[in-house]
């Protein structure tokens, strides 16, 4: 797919998608939220796609929204900011969370304001260990958004929480891990192979499993512990028909590796 934006990479059973806007630390713009949506949406349906690795060129993962396209000039309107939310980065945030295959992220550099929370929606963040989180948005009077005021109590519990969206000091990598807010802080150098390794090794896996664990664990956040028991039975009556349970069991038995398919 051509991106003026985005580089799009296929590797083995995985797709890379770079953000690549370097000289602005890759922040998003309108075409950018356009053409990572059309992305996203189009690894979540193509089954040849297992998993997605998601990062940035140049020495910046992600700095938010483009600044550039918010000056208001004396006398115009203000942007309506709820709408480019709904229309522009909510779907972006749906679509990383909900995509029904795992999704690595590497921060390569600074992810701040919704960089920091576009990040934090993949399944496994790795970041290189001169990388930092930004919660940008109280310093320009804005709440965080993306996720932020979701995702980040979970994470790392609503004091520290509070604290990062208040303060927007930047949280250093080594400090995420500590914290539980990413899976792991990684050395600059091997951040590249650490993070494609494992998209490699996911895009391996049960596919359709793995997308089922994402659900019940999103889903599960609001759930009772008897609607999630039922979820769970739900789900794992659909994995139970699966090929690649089959393939599982087999393997076991037969005391060798699986060959999943991801069906
Ligand atoms: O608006 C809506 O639709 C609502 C949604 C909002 C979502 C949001 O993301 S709001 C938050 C927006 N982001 C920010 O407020 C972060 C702004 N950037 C920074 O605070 C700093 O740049 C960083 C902490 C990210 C990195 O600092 P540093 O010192 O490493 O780099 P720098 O020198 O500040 O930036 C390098 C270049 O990138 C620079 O350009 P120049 O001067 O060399 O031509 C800088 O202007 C540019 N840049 C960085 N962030 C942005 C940006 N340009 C446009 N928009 C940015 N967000």
Redesign the pocket.
């Known amino acids: 797919m051509d991106c003026e934006t985005l580089v799009v990479e296929e590797r083995d059973g995985w797709r890379r998608v770079a953000l690549n806007r370097p ?3 890759n ?2 713009n309108a075409l950018m939220r356009e053409e990572l949506r059309s992305v996203l949406a189009q690894a979540w349906d193509d089954s040849a796609v297992r998993a997605l690795l998601l990062t940035g060129e140049g020495r ?1 993962f992600c ?6 396209e ?1 000056g208001i000039a004396p006398g115009e309107s203000p ?1 309506d ?1 709820g709408a ?2 709904r229309e ?2 909510n779907p972006l945030v749906c679509l990383l969370a909900g995509m029904p295959k795992p999704v690595v992220c590497a921060v390569n550099g ?1 992810a ?4 920091a929370n576009l990040a934090l929606a993949c399944d496994f963040v790795l970041a290189a260990r001169s990388a930092k989180f ?1 919660q ?2 109280a ?2 009077g ?1 709440i965080p ?2 996720g932020g005021t979701w995702i980040l109590p979970r994470l790392i519990g609503p004091a520290r929480a509070r604290a990062a969206a208040m303060l927007g000091d ?1 949280v250093d990598a080594q400090t995420a891990e500590r914290w539980g807010m990413i899976h792991a802080c990684v050395e600059d150098e091997d951040l590249a192979a650490r993070s494609e390794d494992l998209a490699t090794r996911l895009a391996k896996a049960p596919t359709a499993a793995l997308g089922r664990i994402k659900q019940a664990m999103l889903e599960g956040e609001t759930a009772s512990l008897n609607d999630q028991l039922e979820r769970e039975a739900d789900l794992q009556r659909r994995c139970g028909k699966s090929a690649d349970y089959r393939e599982g069991v087999a393997a076991f038995l037969e005391k060798r590796r699986p060959k999943f398919r991801g069906e």
């Open positions: 000289e602005k630390l922040s998003v910046g700095a938010g929204q483009d600044l550039g918010r942007p900011l480019s939310l522009g980065y600074v701040a304001g919704a960089g930004v940008a948005f310093k320009i804005l958004d993306s930047p």
